[in-house]
């Protein structure tokens, strides 16, 4: 029983547990949404917002292609809101609080006689000859 319990208190298997949960809460909201707001807005723009009457027969076999045009769309209002209404959301907040990266060590500088870039190890200029005063990331100070 030891061993069960700290698989079970393991933080990726509680984590994964409250993601599971708040998922399907999730997604009655999201069904709830598309069901009671969305399916009726597109009732009234088109006129018909319930597809299931739809069907046709084939040797005594009735295909029901109007319940499959209605999951479809289902999942693609769904998928829509999810989009909308979560992702670009949450990206948009995640982007905001990143910060930028630290910027990069400079490996050059300017020759005080001809400002020629050189490396910032150089002790003399590559363009000029003239030497070069050594500064304090070269000395390792």
């Known amino acids: ?21 708040v998922g399907a809460a999730f997604g009655a909201v999201v069904t709830a949404f ?7 807005l597109i ?24 319940d499959f045009i209605n999951a479809a769309l289902a999942f693609l209002l769904i998928s829509a809101a999810v989009y909308f209404f979560v992702v670009l959301p949450i990206n948009a907040l995640i982007q905001r609080y990143r910060k930028a990266p630290a910027p990069a060590d400079p490996t050059t500088k300017k020759c005080p006689e001809c400002l020629s870039e050189i490396p910032i190890a150089a002790r003399r200029c590559a363009f000029c000859a003239s030497v070069v005063a050594e500064s304090g990331a070269a000395a390792g100070k």
């Open 1 to 21: 029983m030891k061993g069960f319990k700290q698989f079970l208190l393991r933080g990726n298997v509680v984590d994964l547990a409250v993601a599971v949960v």
């Open 34 to 40: 598309v069901k009671d707001l969305l399916t009726p």
């Open 43 to 66: 009732a009234a723009l088109v006129g018909k917002p319930d597809f299931s009457a739809f069907y046709f027969d084939v040797h005594g076999s009735r295909f029901l292609y109007g």
